[in-house]
């Protein structure tokens, strides 16, 4: 009987390591740092926060965008950023899914991409700053993710 709960307790432990995942794609998209305008494409599905970060972001370094309908096409500009973003619950709410694609002359030149498992320790950073990393990831600004450890000096 001993042996079933350890059984039983290792098989749990071994089901929970693999739902506390971190995984992210970083493709930088190269020459969009010398973009003259960036425009992007409202994606209606995501929360508005998402988009709002972007163009912080965006200020922040002085880069000029325009926001394109939703709708509109990756060939509409020269250089176009699409995006899409899942918060899930647990405890709190957190950005759980998160990509961006960047897009010079229709071709789809970068691509920044993270999904956090239910039980790693970067689930609550929070949604603005994890956006912020995936948009310096995409103008390669930064070569990785920074570690959760790295977050907490700010």
Not at 8 to 14: D, G, N, S, T
Not at 32 to 49: L, V
Not at 105 to 134: C, P, S, T
């Amino acid at each position: 009987m001993r042996k079933c709960g350890l059984l039983l307790f290792l098989f749990i432990l071994l089901a929970m390591a693999g739902c506390g995942k971190f995984d992210v794609i970083n493709d930088p998209a190269e020459g969009i740092s010398q973009a003259k305008k960036i425009c992007i494409i409202k994606n209606t599905e995501t929360r508005e926060g998402f988009i709002v970060a972007m163009e912080h972001w965006l200020d922040k370094e002085g880069i000029a965008y325009r926001v394109l309908p939703a709708g509109s096409h990756v060939g509409d500009a020269e250089w176009t950023l699409t995006y899409y973003g899942l918060w899930s619950w647990d405890l709190a709410l957190f950005l759980s899914d998160a990509e961006i694609n960047a897009f010079h002359n229709k071709e789809m030149v970068g691509r920044v991409k993270l999904r956090v498992g239910q039980w790693d320790a970067h689930k609550f950073e929070k949604g603005e700053k994890r956006i912020y990393n995936l948009m310096d990831m995409l103008f390669a600004k930064i070569d990785r993710y920074p570690s959760p450890s790295s977050n907490k000096k700010e």
